[in-house]
């Protein structure tokens, strides 16, 4: 009974959801909201990767941080999503390198190292859908989906744009982006638009899973 409306929805696609291996880098305001879309929709096979732990900063945005406070991060959503692999490591060059992508049917970009970020769509743009610029903003109505060619308004997608040219790189990937101008220097947020781009991830992945998209 727990997934009959998705099964309503999606018939015979269900099983794709649940038959589906996500591989989802970084669990916080963007990620954390992913997931637990994508475990309610359906989709139990999800490997979560996080180096970080929770600290009070991280309440106005990131799913259960306020009962697991100086704990990992991906420990932490175990416990609330139990079908969940949970790997504590950081996400660099090194990491990425040692993992096997194939075993993945989607890869789901949540982080904010950019030079990660670089490395991820070098390697996996095929099965690769990441998230860009979701702090600074307020309107959740401006954010959009796209290829990182394609991506406007947004000054963290504008300098992957040029660091992937200048590796030659042309390749075609989805991002999900705000075109809202930011409206800080700073890093503040606001879960309205943080929480849009994760249950947007989720949408695109779920889409993309069900040849929906």
Not at 6 to 17: H, N, T, V
Not at 100 to 109: A, C, I, P, R
Not at 148 to 169: P, Q, S
Not at 203 to 208: I, N
Request: charged share 30%; with cysteine; net charge positive.
């Amino acid at each position: 009974m727990r997934y009959a409306r998705s099964e309503m929805l999606f018939g015979e696609d269900f099983k794709k959801l649940q038959d589906a291996k996500i591989l989802l880098l970084g669990v916080g305001g963007v990620g954390s909201v992913c997931l637990d879309c994508l475990v309610r929709t359906g989709v139990t096979d999800i490997t979560i990767v996080d180096f970080d732990s929770y600290d009070e900063t991280n309440q106005n945005r990131q799913m259960w941080s306020e009962l697991h406070l100086g704990e990992s991060k991906v420990e932490a959503l175990k416990k609330h999503y139990p079908s969940v692999t949970a790997i504590h490591v950081k996400v660099d060059k090194e990491w990425i390198d040692a993992v096997d992508f194939d075993k993945y049917d989607l890869v789901l970009d949540a982080i904010d190292d950019i030079h990660a970020k670089l490395y991820l769509a070098q390697k996996t743009y095929k099965k690769l859908i990441s998230a860009v610029g979701s702090a600074k903003r307020l309107d959740p109505t401006k954010v959009e989906v796209s290829t990182i060619w394609k991506t406007h308004g947004d000054r963290f997608g504008a300098k992957i744009r040029y660091e992937l040219k200048k590796r030659k790189f042309s390749k075609n990937y989805t991002v999900i982006f705000s075109s809202e101008p930011s409206l800080i220097k700073e890093k503040g947020s606001f879960m309205g638009v943080t929480g849009t781009f994760g249950l947007t991830m989720c949408s695109q992945a779920v889409m993309r899973l069900t040849g929906k998209k």
